[in-house]
């Protein structure tokens, strides 16, 4: 043990980790503090207005997207880790594509399919539905940037269950549906939870997508995010830095009641 406290080579992997943190938390800190400074602009009608809506419209695209996200993602992650059909794996790589697509690129990949002059979207204007810049806009954008998180993880957790234990409950008479509620999502509830506020978060602070898809307009699609780059843009650094502290806030909140729901009451502390 002595021995190993003398370590250069340890003491080096300290001095990474203690680096690492710092370079993890620091912006964080810096901001909080930047916004308690600046926590006066809120006194503003104006700030206080643009923050209302921003936040009221960033949380209620954000929830309604991911109810869809886990309304879509959960058969297409069970498929993608049973599927034995060919091009299994193609699928498989279109739905990481979102990820590691440009948001420039995302924004005009959406506004392809569902703009105007789009694949679709000629099709819904006939019904007098247009999709672009609208509110419907910022969902999609979320959805589309944000789905595959809650994929990858609900892919991995159907995975990692043991396919004897849905056999035995087949054996027993459960219908393959009561299996599936009962057995398979039972046991992937810990991946489902992680990739829910991972999706969650990814909609929540959406920008890129939905600024070229959406557009930045006040009360329709300037979420809180864009509101932040408005204020920016600006010049009002004060009130951008108290929406980015109340939003970080708010994230923070929302993946410790999430974690809790999602862990065992037995393995909760004290």
């Known amino acids: 043990m002595t021995r190993g406290k003398h370590n250069p080579f340890v003491w080096t992997l300290v001095g990474i980790s203690l680096a690492g943190l710092v370079l993890l938390t620091l912006p964080t800190v810096a901001l909080l503090v930047r916004a308690f400074d600046a926590r006066d602009v809120l006194s503003d009608a104006q700030a206080r207005a643009t923050l209302r809506e921003a936040l009221t419209l960033s949380l209620t695209t954000s929830l309604v997207s ?3 996200i886990v309304l879509a993602g959960i058969p297409i992650a069970y498929v993608l880790a049973r599927g034995q059909f060919p091009g299994v794996r193609l699928l498989d790589a279109l739905v990481d594509l ?4 440009p948001p420039a690129v995302a924004g005009i990949a959406l506004l392809a399919a ?3 002059r789009g694949l679709l979207g000629d099709s819904f204007e006939r019904f007098g539905i247009n999709i672009a810049f609208s509110t419907m806009a910022v969902i999609i954008a979320q959805v589309f940037v944000s789905a595959p998180f809650f994929i990858r993880s609900a892919r991995a957790g159907f995975s990692r269950i043991d396919h004897s234990i849905e056999e035995a409950a087949a054996d027993l008479g459960a219908s393959p549906a009561r299996v599936f509620w009962r057995i398979t999502l039972s046991l992937s509830r810990s991946s ?6 991972l999706a969650w978060a990814r909609a929540l602070g959406e920008f890129g997508a939905t600024i070229m898809f959406a557009g930045n307009r006040e009360g329709v699609t300037q979420t809180m995010p864009l509101a932040i780059y408005e204020r920016f843009g600006a010049g009002d650094l004060e009130t951008a830095v108290v ?19 999602g862990e065992p ?3 909760r502390p004290a």
């Open 98 to 101: 979102p990820i590691i697509l």
């Open 66 to 68: 991911l109810a869809l």
């Open 114 to 116: 569902f703009g105007r």
């Open 265 to 267: 009451a037995s393995q």
């Open 192 to 197: 489902l939870i992680a990739g829910a506020v």
């Open 243 to 261: 929406l980015s502290a109340i939003l970080l806030g708010i994230s923070v909140v929302f993946l410790v009641v999430v974690r809790l729901l």
